[in-house]
């Protein structure tokens, strides 16, 4: 199973970029896609959650508003949109691939994770 994300890079705060995550060697369609993010010297957290196939999304409180998760089941790949980027939004972002639960229990853990792409915001 591999799990790779792309589209990280540095900006500028107000900003905006888009994160890819393609998932090869399962079944795309039967996982949530999560991504999680991880700063430097804090603990990794759920950035965002979309279910298998309804389409479903939860995003944690610090991003709602301003990230859309969406995701293609024909191309096996999820996006995650960002906009009005922080500084505070730095950190590698993380997708993974697993079972769905609602809410901030989508979080809780992942089968499948990617390595990882860098986020940079700058002020």
């Known amino acids: 199973v591999r799990v790779m994300e792309s589209g990280g890079g540095l900006v500028q705060a107000g900003g905006s970029l888009t994160l890819s995550c393609t998932v090869s060697?399962?079944?795309?369609?039967?996982?949530?896609i999560k991504w999680f993010r991880q700063a430097p010297e804090k603990r990794r957290a759920g950035v965002s959650c979309?279910?298998?196939?309804?389409?479903?999304?939860y995003y944690a409180h610090s991003v709602a508003g301003r990230f859309t998760l969406s995701r293609d089941n024909v191309k096996n790949v999820a996006y995650l949109q960002m906009n009005d980027l922080k500084p505070e939004d730095t950190a590698t972002y993380y997708c993974?691939?697993?079972?769905?639960?609602?809410?901030?229990?989508?979080?809780?853990?992942?089968?499948?994770w990617g390595q990882g792409t860098q986020v940079t915001v700058s002020s």
């Open positions: 993974a691939a697993g079972d769905f639960f609602p809410g901030p229990s989508c979080f809780a853990d992942a089968d499948y």
């Open positions: 060697g399962v079944t795309f369609s039967i996982h949530a």
């Open positions: 979309i279910a298998p196939t309804s389409g479903s999304t």
